[in-house]
């Protein structure tokens, strides 16, 4: 069974950091692609984070190129998302997902989400 429980989220002023980590399970973590999305009420998710298997490559939302840094450590089964200076509009739910090829088109998986709020 496919877990993945995020953690790390929570109230930080302007300007401020935290780290969001994503705990998985239920599949063979290194070799899969980990994202990180994120929603505010009424609008579509972003993908705000992609890193490749091996740690590699990474993809980042425009906004938050330069702030936020995507990691893993495949030997802990853990996503990370370090996000730094941060602005009142990164206040979202942050979501880590993965996508795996159990069916022809793949399988996307979710976890139950990790509130960020900035404080202005």
């Known amino acids: 069974q496919v877990q993945l429980v995020e953690s790390g989220g929570g109230l930080v002023p302007l300007g401020g950091s935290l780290r969001l980590s994503c705990l998985a399970s239920g599949f063979t973590f290194e070799r899969a692609a980990m994202n990180w999305y994120r929603q505010t009420p009424g609008k579509a998710r972003d993908l705000v984070a992609q890193i490749r298997s091996t740690g590699s490559s990474t993809i980042y939302l425009e906004s938050v190129k330069g702030r936020f840094t995507a990691s893993r450590d495949n030997g802990k089964n853990t996503a990370y998302l370090e996000m730094n200076n941060l602005e009142p509009d990164d206040t979202a739910m942050y979501y880590c997902?993965?996508?795996?090829?159990?069916?022809?088109?793949?399988?996307?998986?979710w976890g139950q989400g990790t509130q960020v709020t900035v404080s202005s």
């Open positions: 997902n993965t996508v795996l090829p159990t069916s022809a088109y793949g399988d996307s998986y």
